[in-house]
């Protein structure tokens, strides 16, 4: 069984900063890529950021320059830096990851946390 938990959402006001970390856990064989998504109320889940087991990122382009998503392989563990935040920022913040899991063969598949909530107050 594999297990995507996110933490260190909350409430801040404009043009402050949260960090986001999201651990993956269980009988990982390994991580592909890893990415964060939210959803605002009413909203369809949007991808915010991405990035490959090579350190490659990609962001939406509303959060570059504002948001930085990295991570440390060893730990199955990543981040998202979230500087000069904006109300329009606010939503529920998803971890998202495509692994391999041990005793599943060489297949791909993708897994996602419950999510963590931020709000950003004007």
């Known amino acids: 069984q594999v297990q995507l938990v996110e933490s260190g959402g909350g409430l801040v006001q404009a043009g402050g900063s949260l960090r986001l970390s999201c651990a993956a856990s269980g009988s990982i064989f390994s991580i592909k890529t890893m990415g964060w998504y939210r959803q605002a109320p009413g909203k369809q889940r949007e991808l915010v950021a991405v990035?490959?087991?090579?350190?490659?990122?990609n962001y939406k382009d509303s959060v570059k320059g504002r948001f930085t998503i990295s991570r440390v392989n060893a730990k199955n563990t990543m981040y998202l830096q979230m500087n000069s935040l904006k109300p329009e920022d606010t939503g529920v913040y998803y971890c998202?990851?495509?692994?391999?899991?041990?005793?599943?063969?060489?297949?791909?598949?993708?897994?996602w946390g419950r999510g963590t909530q931020v709000t950003v107050s004007s």
């Open positions: 990035i490959t087991s090579g350190g490659i990122t």
């Open positions: 998202a990851a495509r692994m391999v899991v041990t005793g599943r063969g060489p297949d791909q598949d993708d897994y």
